[in-house]
């Protein structure tokens, strides 16, 4: 049973009819939108109270709207519909908590309820995707739902539903649904509870989708040939600080690419935006809790501002970036680098035009959209007026501002570069100003906090009541700091001072006590156990950068690998040791793009030692078809 077919097609965007719980539903007739009120995929994308809930109007988009709306949380971002089915977890808004999440076959024991996702499998009319709906009314002969993207009538007077389905409950209590349409099958469902009785176990994907593999391109003498356009000011940038033409330091590398499948990626995608959630819950849970604040080597003086910038936290963060092992073996996260994050113009563009140049044609890129997210990202922050990009004189620092600034710009802001302080002053209102005089107001940076922070450290000497004493919006003889720009209460900075915590290796730690044996996460502690001795660990300084003074020691605890530094004088946390895969001679750590905290792509760092770092080589990746990887194994 459906809703009315025979009724005319409503354009996009028109309101089919009000759901239970007082939550609109849709028309997405895509033949029908207008390209002048949505010019592209950007412009389709649909917030609630700054939240992105998904694309204009799509299942998902709804299914999300509608718990947003009537529960209070959502399910994180998935590839496709049917992906919801394995999930465990639900982020409850109010305070970045998770809620379990449990998923029952179509025929369970355990009936569907009011609130619950009803999933389907991919095929048929739901081909490639799958389907969510919400389920409304469930009678032991039909079921009640609400939706989008299926069907684009206006709802007869009265109605609050999509469509009915029918049911029929089996003779051993079974519950079970025939889809509507004869060529889609309904998966199951999904509840909000942490009682798994019925509940399916959900299996793992085969191992071998997750290893890397190296590919190489025939040598045409394309390396001797420029393929940056140096005419663009980052593109020229990139091509000064590398010395030429080329993503990889190494001469042999340059006929090189890694390949992941489709499933590695989804794989990323999912665990990418899970450990955002996790990363801002435990950034809450230590905010509320002052002793674990104090492992973060963070001037008091600091903590009712950071706790400020948390208190208006929601579309602030545009970037950050989590550095992962994938392998046959799992996919572990090392940290999240939310603070200042690097390669985004590597992954976005140079990956791209390399692949076009040397003849990379296989699969597709992997992160063939981040630019556009960021182009979004920056459409949906609160800049008003000029935002001034603030970096440091060195190379790599210049050719990243220039690409932010070109995102910016396609996304409608006016902004300015500043290289270094020196060109800055106060003016008679006590504000910082830029050469020309203009106020600064917003910033986005590529200086890391810690600089800020070293230079109030340095000014007070490690004395604690100064620490404690110093104030940081007061107008000073001398000319503006760093500090006295990216501190002050009337400027907004990007990334927000909060990020200080989730980018500090101390929350590591945090994370464990909170999510112990979490799938993504590897335990990390303050304190050197007896276990991760036996095991082999790791020494990192807790807001250390750039794969600085990171020790590295096996189950024996021999020294294994070690660099060197600015950060040996910090406070350590220790991490299990997880071995980065080695594809035939590159450690390769595969790092993910989160743009407003959800995923936006993927590239590949590679060294020939244990430790990625700053002089790291980026390379090409190319995601490609599963079956392509396992049948070149």
């Known amino acids: 049973m459906t809703s009315d077919s025979s009724r005319p097609m409503a354009p996009f965007g028109t309101l089919l009819g009000v759901a239970p719980g007082n939550v609109p539903v849709y028309s997405s007739d895509y033949d029908s939108a207008d390209d002048n009120e949505l010019p592209n995929r950007h412009a389709y994308r649909s917030y609630v109270d700054g939240i992105f809930m998904g694309y204009k109007w799509q299942c998902v988009e709804f299914a999300r709207r509608w718990l947003y709306l009537n529960k209070g949380y959502i399910f994180d971002d998935v590839a496709m519909a049917y992906d919801i089915f394995r999930l465990t977890s639900a982020r409850l808004i109010a305070d970045e908590s998770r809620l379990p999440l449990k998923s029952f076959r179509n025929g369970s024991l355990r009936h569907p309820e009011v609130g619950a996702l009803l999933i389907w499998n991919e095929g048929g009319e739901f081909e490639v995707t799958g389907h969510v709906a919400i389920v409304t009314k469930v009678l032991p002969d039909r079921l009640y739902l609400v939706e989008q993207n299926v069907g684009h009538q206006v709802w007869k007077e009265g109605q609050d539903y999509s469509r009915v389905l029918d049911a029929r409950i089996s003779e051993d209590g079974g519950y079970w649904l025939r889809c509507s349409y ?29 290893d890397l593999q190296i590919r190489h391109v025939p040598n045409k003498g394309q390396a001797s040939r420029a393929w940056l356009n140096v005419a663009n000011p980052a593109e020229e940038a990139f091509v000064d600080m590398m010395g030429g033409h080329k993503l990889a330091s190494r001469q042999e590398d340059d006929y090189k690419y890694m390949v992941m499948t489709e499933t590695a990626e989804r794989e990323l995608k999912r665990a990418t935006n899970e450990l955002h959630a996790l990363f801002m819950h435990a950034t809450d849970y230590v905010l509320q809790n002052d002793d674990l604040l104090s492992s973060f ?18 579309n602030q963060m545009i970037t950050g970036r989590f550095d992962f092992s994938l392998s046959a073996q799992g996919i572990k996260v090392y940290e999240y680098n939310c603070d200042s994050a ?12 390399w692949a076009k140049h040397y003849g990379a044609t296989e699969g597709e890129g992997s992160a063939t959209e981040l ?47 500043i290289k270094g302080v020196s060109s800055l002053r106060w003016d008679k209102d006590g504000d910082v100003v830029d050469e020309d005089g203009v106020k600064i107001r917003w910033v986005w940076k590529t200086w890391a906090w810690e600089t800020a922070l070293d230079q109030i450290r340095a000014e007070c000497d490690d004395d604690e009541q100064r620490l404690r004493d110093y104030q940081t919006d007061v107008l000073r003889s001398e ?19 909060w990020t200080l915590i989730p980018s500090n290796k101390a929350i590591l730690p945090v994370l464990w006590m909170l999510f112990p044996d979490h799938p993504y996460l590897l335990e990390s502690s303050f304190e050197l156990s007896d276990e991760l001795k036996t095991n082999g660990y790791v020494s990192k300084p807790i807001a250390g950068r750039c794969g600085f003074n990171i020790s590295m020691y096996d189950g024996e605890d021999a020294l294994m690998e070690e660099t060197t530094g600015r950060f040996s004088h910090q406070d350590q946390i220790f991490q299990a040791l997880w071995k980065l895969p080695d594809i035939e001679g590159y450690r390769s750590q595969a790092c993910t793009f989160s743009v407003a905290g959800h995923y936006a792509g993927s590239c590949l760092r590679v060294d020939p030692t244990l430790v990625i770092t700053k002089d790291s080589d980026l390379m090409t990746l190319r995601v490609i078809e599963n079956d392509d990887l396992i049948d070149n194994k």
């Not at 080597?297 to 929601?314: F, G, T, V």
């Not at 935002?387 to 070109?406: C, G, P, S, V």
């Open 182 to 210: 004869g060529d889609a099958s309904v998966m199951g469902w999904v509840i909000q509870t942490d009682n798994d009785l019925h509940a399916e176990n959900i299996e793992p994907e085969n191992p071998a989708l997750f």
């Open 297 to 314: 080597n963070i001037p008091p003086a600091l903590w009712p501002k950071i706790h400020q910038s948390w208190d208006n936290r929601r």
């Open 342 to 353: 690097s390669c985004y113009m590597e992954a976005g563009i140079i990956q791209e035009k």
């Open 371 to 417: 630019v556009d997210e960021l182009i979004e990202a920056w459409k949906n922050s609160d800049v008003k007026g000029v935002i001034h990009i603030m970096q440091d004189t060195d190379l790599e620092e210049n050719y990243h501002a220039l690409f932010m600034k070109r995102t910016m710009e396609k996304a409608g802001l006016n902004c300015k570069v």
């Open 479 to 497: 000319a503006p700091r760093l500090v006295d720009v990216l501190l002050r209460k009337d400027v907004m900075v990007y990334e927000p001072l």
